[in-house]
């Protein structure tokens, strides 16, 4: 396969999303490396380092304790070597309006956590693959938003 | 103050590599975008530098010939989406393999093997792209966009748009409007 | 001269006629008297041819005697001879007498009896021997000559008849030709006359008309002149030859240089080239058109004016021309003393209109009476003669139509109001008089200030209007009145109302405060003196820096920030005052008044007020973030279960009893359910309102959403929709979105199960007194968007009801559902100021309609 490994990362306080999220992630065909936080600052703080491995993906849960997933997006588009990285928020949150202001604020993926697991496989999935065309085509990457 | 801009990708591209080339004084001609044809064989030294100095703009050397033979289908397919009079005459199946010499089946397979999608998704990821585009950049109306891109209808736009993006043509242009007055740029 | 002329013309052709006349007339008579002595001459001729032929008969009747007698013969030899003879005297006779039927006819007895004769006379001869033949012969000889002689005397007579006719014809004619001749002599005679006197006195007359003319002409200084044109040889005219002029042209002229006659004019006059007086003849003589001009002309030194007229004479033109240089002077001196008479005429208009701006102008009234006197001289009424525009405002009469109105008519009143006694000793004292006098118009009343002066035997009255005056003194009487009256309640009202004010000179710092303001304090009205210093000992600790500002502040700029502070008043009771001044002048020096109020009440309640405002903002908050956290964290366990219920299923669901499939399955249902309240209170607990979330939306497009939204359940159900032509309107987008999702999926749900289900989406823009519903209608139209199926609908009653949260209609088992979804719908139509409501009725489908302002 010419694919190489795509690193993700998750930020979420609860254990069993992700536990749920890792083995979703285990069992799509992408190939993949995936780094785990249980809070935003976690996150953030292993983003900042000089001599990280940026993931091409993040997806954060927003609800979260210490920082939560709204002040990290803040944070990852102001800052200017993390501008370019794909933030999908997942949340269980399905209020537009919080869509709408993740979105307004720099998200490109939304991704309502879902009720069931093969649901959860196929919006990872999704969001790989989509996000995987957009750094690898000549597609315009201020306008990629996906909702799932 | 916020600035809007308009830019030519082909162009910025264009002058990158140039710009990267001439550096490292090498001599070469480029072909298209997507291949650059050198006069001397390169020193691995040379490669390496020239991966390094490419590397800071994203841009990569393929290696295999795959890689390359996928990059000539997502610039047929570039060019297909477009150029509206070329995307009414030709099938763009018919299109590929005219284009690139190869059956389609085969152009599909080492697509699909190299890029985690299909080559129809690809079409409407960069349809639905130049659609985004066009509302956000041209101002201009579903009707006129789906017109433009060759959709049959504005429904089927929508429709294909919600599908792939998760979110109506109108509340994505809401959404990158208020980014743009927030001066938020991902 | 004319008509006699006419006359004399027409008496002159008359005589001559009549000489015509009577000449053919003399000349016929002349005619007739030579033809007349002709005819007697002739008749004479006949006479004598007649005696003449008769005597040869006798000659010859002898002869025949003698013959017989003497028997001598050859009697034939002499009778041949005479036959001959007689012959011819018989045809002259026949000749002469042509002209006479008579003695025609005796000539041809005549010549029968000389045939007769000449047979009988051989006879004789031959008889001579023969005594008896011959005197047979004799007698028939003697009988002949008798006949002859009868006939003789018949021709005789005859000829004396005619001869007595032509004689009296001759005689007339010779008495009537001279007649004639004379009648023609006198009468030519007197016409030669009549016309020689004429002829005189024509000739006289017009040897008078000349001398007449001859002396006007010398008397005149009209110039009168003939020119005769000179032309080209193309008969165009080059110049004029002088044929005449009169010499008073010398007069004009130099005496040096009479111009001689026969001159060119080009010589004479070379000026007329110039000046187009050349120009005038040459159109004088082309067009035949009298020109009349006038021209300067200089004369050596002098300089003369002359209106000329030409006139074509014959081939020529003559030129009249008036010297006009007096005139032009007179005309002159006239014009510059018009002028002079114009500018004061000027003047004086200026003076009279600036007069009458004046009194158009001034809003006094300006009249002129003339005093009206009766036999005995006294005055009796005043006549208007003048009066200004003022009058209008006051009387409404116009000033011209007033005008020579008696004051009688006009101002009844100055005779009861000893106004017009006034004005009469006005005029015969000869002394200004100023008075006041009130006039009412229209139950208007107006109060005026007067004062009449005399002119003539008149008198001018100017009078002001000074009811606005009097009216202020009078109000400013009331509101003395007044003023005081409110300063005695303002005391009261102080006291009522917890009020205080004080007058506080900023010079100094003395102060004066009111009663009240010293019961505030605690203390007895004027118990004591004030001052701003003395005041500072009843302010409180806290508050110094406050009360020290406001003094600083309030000296320095008048006015200051500082509104409110805290006092300790007698009885140590802490109050709040508030304070409000601005500063003035009185008697020359700085001066703050102002008003206090004892607001302690006031603020201890806004505090109570603002302690339980935040208290309920606190809960607010608290409820809002109890409403996050109880529906997110209640949400997570839920998801988390729901999560493994699918991972059980997935990977578990072999080994599970059939028993345990079936629990399973009901825990997953509940955990469905639980989910779905969940976010539906949710959302209902979302609902808020910011003004920000509205914006300008399509329906059409929220439907088009919903409807993909809903797409499959749609597809599944076969439900058949038609959506209306919807309008655009300011709404929160996603509760809009909400609200038709709501309708729209209940719709479905409530689908009716035997027939076609169908649902109809429409909108309809209604004013304000169409909409139904009881709530606060503050737009003018409203749309009413309806979303009608033919469902299985509801019992009208419970129409209200089912808005309610966590109300139900059906069993669950009935109808899966939450109670919230109309609940929401409620809510966002009040979030949007519009309202819902629904009708049914069972079977046969609802209506639900939302009316949302425009």
């Known amino acids: 396969m010419a694919l190489s490994i795509m690193n993700i990362a998750l930020a979420d306080d609860d254990a069993d999303d992700r536990m749920l999220f890792e083995e979703a992630i285990g069992e799509i065909e992408i190939k993949t490396k995936l780094s785990l936080f249980s809070d935003g600052k976690q996150l953030m703080d292993y983003l900042t380092q000089p001599q990280a491995i940026l993931p091409e993906i993040i997806f954060l849960d927003l609800n979260m304790p210490i920082k939560n997933g709204m002040q990290c997006l803040r944070e990852i588009r102001q800052n200017e070597s993390l501008l370019h990285l794909c933030v999908a928020i997942y949340s269980t949150s399905s209020s537009e309006q919080d869509i709408e202001e993740t979105f307004v604020y720099g998200a490109n993926i939304y991704i309502n956590k879902p009720n069931s697991f093969g649901a959860l496989k196929k919006a990872v999935e999704k969001a790989l693959r989509l996000n995987w065309q957009y750094h690898t085509s000549a597609l315009n990457r201020d306008n990629f938003l996906l909702r799932l | 103050m916020t600035l809007n801009i308009k830019f030519d990708y082909n162009f910025i591209c264009k002058a990158i590599l140039q710009e990267q080339l001439d550096n490292l004084g090498l001599e070469y001609t480029l072909q298209s975008l997507g291949e650059i044809k050198f006069k001397n064989k390169l020193t691995p030294t040379q490669r390496d530098q020239l991966c390094q100095a490419f590397g800071k703009y994203g841009i990569e050397i393929l290696d295999n010939p795959q890689n390359v033979l996928v990059q000539r289908i997502k610039d047929a397919i570039t060019e297909l989406v477009n150029d509206s009079d070329k995307a009414q005459k030709y099938n763009v199946s018919t299109y590929l393999s005219d284009t690139l010499n190869y059956s389609y089946p085969h152009l599909s397979t080492i697509f699909s093997e190299a890029t985690h999608s299909s080559i129809e998704n690809f079409i409407i990821l960069k349809k639905i792209d130049a659609v985004k585009h066009l509302i956000m950049d041209k101002n201009l109306t579903l009707t006129e966009i789906a017109h433009r891109l060759n959709y049959s209808s504005v429904a089927h736009l929508s429709a294909q748009f919600k599908k792939t993006t998760g979110l109506t043509p109108s509340s994505f242009q809401r959404i990158i409007k208020k980014r743009k007055e927030k001066g938020i740029t991902p | ?854």
């Open chain 3, 1 to 854: 001269m004319g008509k006699s002329s006419k006359v004399f013309i027409v008496l002159l052709i008359a005589s001559v006629a009549i000489l015509m006349f009577i000449g053919s007339t003399s000349y016929r008579q002349i005619k007739a008297l030579g033809e007349s002595s002709e005819m007697v001459a002739h008749t004479l001729q006949v006479e004598t041819e007649i005696h003449r032929l008769f005597s040869q008969y006798t000659w010859l009747q002898s002869k025949a005697y003698e013959t017989n007698l003497l028997k001598t013969a050859p009697i034939h030899r002499g009778f041949e001879a005479q036959k001959d003879s007689m012959a011819d005297t018989f045809e002259g006779l026949v000749q002469l007498t042509s002209d006479n039927r008579n003695l025609q006819q005796n000539l041809q007895k005549v010549q029968v009896l000389q045939e007769e004769l000449y047979g009988i006379l051989p006879r004789i001869t031959d008889t001579q021997n023969d005594l008896y033949a011959g005197n047979t012969a004799i007698e028939a000889l003697n009988k002949t000559m008798k006949a002859l002689q009868t006939v003789k005397f018949n021709m005789l007579n005859e000829v004396a008849s005619l001869l007595k006719k032509y004689k009296e014809a001759h005689h007339s004619n010779v008495f009537l030709t001279p007649l004639m001749m004379l009648l023609l002599g006198i009468f030519a005679l007197c016409v030669f006359l009549i016309a020689f006197w004429r002829l005189n006195n024509e000739r006289k007359e017009t040897k008078r008309a000349q001398k007449f003319l001859e002396s006007i002409l010398e008397t005149s200084k009209n110039v009168i002149s003939y020119f005769e044109p000179v032309r080209d040889a193309s008969d165009k005219i080059i110049d004029f030859n002088m044929a005449y002029h009169h010499k008073n042209i010398h007069d004009v002229l130099e005496k040096s240089k009479p111009p001689r006659e026969g001159r060119l004019l080009s010589k004479a006059f070379p000026q007329h080239f110039e000046n187009g007086v050349f120009e005038h003849f040459v159109k004088c003589i082309e067009q035949n058109e009298n020109q009349n001009f006038e021209k300067q002309y200089d004369f050596g030194e002098k300089r003369f004016w002359y209106d000329t007229t030409t006139t074509k004479l014959n081939n020529g033109i003559l030129i009249t021309s008036r010297d006009t240089t007096t005139e032009r002077i007179a005309l002159d001196n006239l014009s510059v003393s018009k002028k002079l008479l114009e500018k004061r005429n000027l003047e004086l208009l200026d003076n009279r209109a600036f007069l009458s701006n004046i009194l158009m102008s001034i809003s006094n009234v300006v009249m002129h009476f003339d005093s009206v006197r009766n036999d005995k001289g006294h005055i009796v009424d005043f006549e208007l003669l003048y009066v200004n525009d003022a009058i209008h405002d006051i009387t409404g009469d116009n000033p011209a139509a007033i005008k020579h109105e008696k004051a009688s008519k006009l101002f009844p009143t100055i005779f009861t109001n000893g106004v017009f006694e006034k004005l009469v000793t006005c005029i015969e004292e000869d002394r200004q008089r100023d008075y006041e006098t009130d006039y009412e118009n229209d139950g208007k009343k107006y109060c005026f200030q007067a004062t009449a002066r005399k002119l003539n035997d008149g008198v001018t009255v100017t009078t002001r209007d000074i009811t606005e005056e009097k009216l202020k003194t009078e109000r400013l009487q009331v509101l003395n009145d007044q003023l005081s009256v409110q300063n005695s309640i303002f005391k009261d009202a102080e006291g009522v109302a917890d009020i205080g004010s004080y007058v506080w000179y900023l010079d100094t710092g003395d102060a004066s405060i009111s009663d009240n303001f010293y019961r505030i304090l605690g203390y007895e009205p004027n118990s004591f003196e004030i001052t701003f210093e003395m005041y500072r000992k009843f302010v409180h600790p806290d508050d110094l820096e406050l009360y020290d500002r406001l003094g600083e502040e309030t000296t320095a700029k008048g006015s200051s920030n500082v509104h409110s502070y805290r006092i300790i008043a007698k009885d140590g009771k802490v109050k709040h005052l508030s304070l409000n001044g601005r500063t003035t002048e009185r008697m020359g020096r700085p001066v703050s008044l102002g008003v206090v109020q004892d607001i302690t009440e006031s603020v201890l309640a806004d505090q109570e007020l603002r302690m339980k405002n935040e208290a309920l903002e606190r809960s607010n908050a608290e409820l809002r973030s109890f409403n996050r956290v109880a529906s997110h964290d209640l949400q997570e366990p839920m998801r988390k279960i729901q999560l493994f219920v699918s991972r059980i299923s997935d990977t578990e669901q072999d080994r599970l009893s059939d028993k345990g499939k079936v629990y399973f399955e009901k825990v997953s249902s509940a955990a469905n359910r639980m989910q779905t309240l969940i976010k539906y209170l949710l959302a209902y607990s979302r609902l808020n309102k910011k003004k920000d979330d509205f914006s300008k939306v399509s329906l059409h497009e929220i439907v088009a959403k919903v409807l993909d939204d809903l797409e499959e359940r749609i597809a599944e159900t076969g439900v058949e929709i038609a959506v209306d032509k919807l309008p655009k309107i300011n709404a929160i987008p996603f509760q809009i979105d909400q609200l038709l999702g709501n309708l729209v999926s209940n719709a479905i749900k409530y689908r009716s199960l035997t027939e076609p289900a169908r649902i109809v989406i429409d909108c309809k823009k209604l004013p304000r007194n169409k909409v139904p519903g009881d709530f606060d209608k503050k737009k003018e139209y409203y749309y009413r968007l309806s979303v009608i199926d033919n469902g299985i609908g509801f019992d009208n009653a419970h129409a209200q009801k089912i808005f309610g949260l966590f109300e139900r209609l059906h069993q669950r088992d009935e109808y899966s559902g939450t109670g919230i979804g109309l609940a929401i719908c409620k809510k966002i139509a009040e979030n949007h100021d519009g309202h819902i409501s629904a009708e049914s009725e069972k079977g046969k489908g609802s209506t639900f309609c939302v009316y949302l302002p425009v």
